[in-house]
């Protein structure tokens, strides 16, 4: 029937034009890359096995302490938040809650070898050194000492978070959320000199990314993005996932009602698509 | 003065008073069209719907956009996409209808192509219809610009850069149209003005001629079949309704055309819950910043075969820079469908393309060329890709400059009527 040669004509070039300007072109411009990785294998992992106990002791002596503060067990940080993003460029986490929301290796490997680790060996160097000094033991085993410190963090970290509270120890010391009117404690002044360029406002970055890439971006940011200032935070995957979810219920707030009522509007047009055919049916019965 | 008689009901006091009888029948009931037509011939009514829509959805938008750079991104990402009461409803219908209705726009364009109806004293639809693309391009791209994100900022850079390349005035008219030396916020006040009154204003206004301009020479038929209009529409007021060649647009006509009307709007809020991003660019949810350009700047994918012509001249001929050739082509890609009655010399026949020995080889190259434009318009411009560019923009050039030519052979042979 030419009505359906027609529309499968027309359907043909929509589709091949579809086809072209979003998934076609959208590989090109944006090379496929490889998933994220939780395992943080480019880290390799420590040998040894963590003793909370000792962890504690290796924590106060290492001098943890001058930088970061340890709410869980009543350490405050040591300055006020503008004096440490003046010290720093930007203000030191706290790490009550860092044994639960990152990645055990990640931990150990970053105590180590910080800029390795936050994959930001190209914005700092021996001149330029990272404001979190590398750990160089104190005095036995370095892997030891260091297993040792990740697992006492492990050991004082809540059993869970909230998506928000992840967020919130994650991602906001830098990053701002104004649709959630929760903004970063660092002055602005000193993190975009310690940065480069200020970080962006994340309200509408579900929108704007896609959870796709946010998958890979926050697990390895320079995976899509080479030579950005963003470091790589370590996050597992479970808190990264929490992040992300957080960022949708803030940039993507009425998902669930669009999923919903698409269905409503859908199903409406095809009884008025059905009742409109019966009627043309019946009205051209008398001219055909 | 009519005499006026005590009315015997709402419609006679109207009738009296409006003639809303005969105006019924002039525009509904005894406005003839053809019979013999297939669902492209709805593409009109879709058009018109479309256009309702957006006006619609885009008076809610009115109530809480704010014009104004620092204000402008949140007050639609955040206000509206999250506050008000299915304001991101609005937005979304109003977002890919604009993208939707540029596709009904081109299906009717080469739906008139095809069929040959732009010729033979329809001229006047075509150059009404092709004023109407005109205008609602430039209601696209001011639309674009109004939400301040980062391709709203960088398409609005890019296109009201382009009007530098004209001769001895093009500086001073970029200035003029931006209102700033920079897209500013005087650039974003006075296409918040454009989008939402002077070109609205002017669409309406042209719709009306376009619809118009069909009346004298009647809708045209798949068949080319030229017949008496009248004798046609005697027969089918006589009761020969299955003879008579002609159908009223009230109800034959519209009951086809709401059931495509249907058919569309199933397809079209699918996309609006559930899949938008080809109207809405996830970039454009990145707010304006004029200290990071984006990786990839490209318009919306309605102009990108145009701006695919512009990007084909990348090299310098005979001394004549690159970025000249490509205005130039430019310019010529956009008023060039305007004159495609004139160009087609075959003016007495009427029969659609598959009728026409070499129309029809021309038709679907112009298809396919527009498309592979479409395409290499937004990949990056680079490595083989600027070569495809180069030689599909070519190709566009030259198809419009044989057609006379082949249309004058197909004139000489007579064709088939």
């Known amino acids: ?288 | 003065m009519a005499e006026i008689k005590k009315a015997t009901g709402v419609i006679d006091w109207l009738d009296q008073r409006l003639a809303v009888k005969v105006l019924a029948k002039v525009l509904m009931t005894e406005y003839w069209i053809p019979k013999n037509i297939n669902f492209l011939w709805a593409m009109g009514v879709v058009l018109v719907v479309l256009f309702k829509i957006l006006i619609i959805s885009g008076i809610f938008l009115l109530m809480y956009y704010k014009p104004d750079i620092n204000l402008a991104f949140d007050s639609v990402n955040y206000t509206i996409m999250q506050e008000v009461e299915y304001g991101w409803l609005w937005r979304h219908v109003h977002g890919v209808a604009a993208s939707v209705i540029f596709l009904i726009i081109y299906i009717h364009m080469f739906t008139g192509i095809y069929y040959g109806s732009y010729k033979k004293g329809r001229e006047m639809i075509w150059l009404t219809g092709m004023a109407l693309f005109g205008i609602f391009s430039a209601e696209a791209f001011s639309g674009y610009m109004l939400p301040w994100g980062q391709m709203s900022y960088w398409a609005a850079q890019v296109i009201t850069n382009l009007f530098g390349g004209i001769p001895l005035i093009g500086p001073e008219l970029v200035i003029w149209i931006r209102g700033d030396f920079l897209v500013a916020d005087a650039t974003l006040t006075r296409f918040f003005m454009l989008h939402v009154l002077l070109l609205p204003l002017a669409i309406i206004l042209l719709v009306a001629v376009h619809f118009y301009s069909l009346r004298i020479p009647h809708v045209n038929n798949q068949e080319a079949d030229e017949f008496d209009f009248d004798k046609e529409a005697k027969k089918y007021l006589e009761g020969k309704k299955k003879e008579s060649k002609v159908v009223p647009f009230w109800p034959v006509f519209l009951s086809k055309d709401f059931f495509v009307v249907g058919v569309a709007l199933t397809g079209f809020f699918y996309l609006v819950c559930y899949h938008y991003n080809f109207a809405m660019d996830p970039i454009n949810f990145e707010p304006a910043n004029n200290m990071k350009t984006p990786a990839h700047i490209y318009p919306e994918w309605y102009f990108l075969w145009s701006y695919e012509v512009l990007r084909g001249f990348f090299f310098d001929v005979a001394g004549i820079a690159a970025m000249d050739i490509g205005l130039a082509a430019f310019g010529f890609a956009n008023v060039i469908f305007m004159l495609l009655p004139f160009l087609d010399r075959d003016t007495d026949n009427v029969a659609p393309a598959h009728k026409r020995p070499l129309f029809k080889y021309w038709f679907w190259l112009l298809v396919l060329d527009m498309i592979v434009l479409t395409v290499y318009g937004k990949l990056p411009p680079t490595g083989p890709n600027a070569w495809v560019g180069f030689f599909a923009a070519l190709a566009f050039i030259v198809l419009f400059v044989v057609l006379p030519i082949i249309t004058k052979m197909e004139a000489k042979s007579g064709g088939e009527k």
């Open chain 1, 1 to 288: 029937m030419r009505e359906f040669k027609i529309l499968a004509v027309v359907v043909f070039f929509t589709a091949l034009i579809y086809w072209g300007v979003e998934p076609f072109a959208h590989s090109q411009m944006h090379p496929h890359v490889a998933p994220a990785d939780f395992a943080f294998k480019d880290l390799g992992a420590n040998p040894k096995t963590g003793d909370a106990k000792a962890g504690e002791q290796t924590f106060l002596s290492a001098g943890c302490t001058g930088c970061h503060g340890l709410s869980v067990a009543n350490i405050p940080a040591p300055m006020d938040a503008a004096a440490a993003s003046g010290s720093f460029g930007v203000v030191p986490p706290d790490l009550s809650t860092a044994g639960l929301i990152y990645d055990r290796n990640y931990l150990a490997a970053l105590i180590k070898e910080p800029t390795k680790a936050l994959k930001v060996e190209h914005k700092f160097s021996e001149t330029r050194p990272h404001p979190m000094i590398a750990f160089y033991g104190v005095g036995g085993d370095i892997d030891q000492e260091i297993a040792d410190i990740v697992a006492y963090l492990q050991s004082i970290a809540p059993k869970s978070l909230s998506d928000k509270e992840v967020y919130a120890d994650a991602c906001q010391r830098c990053h701002d959320m104004k649709y959630d009117k929760v903004f970063s404690a660092t002055d602005k002044t000193a993190l975009k000199a310690y940065m480069g360029t200020l970080p962006p406002d994340l309200s509408m970055m579900i929108r704007a990314k896609s959870k796709d890439y946010l998958e890979t971006f926050i697990n390895n940011p320079q995976k899509n993005l080479a030579g950005t200032s963003m470091p790589r935070v370590g996050l597992n995957q479970k808190a990264q996932e929490q992040v992300i979810n957080y960022m949708e219920k803030v940039g993507d707030r009425k998902k669930a009602e669009r999923d919903d009522l698409g269905y409503k509007l859908i199903g409406f047009m095809l009884i008025f698509t059905l009742l409109a055919y019966l009627w043309k049916v019946k009205v051209w019965r008398e001219v055909h």
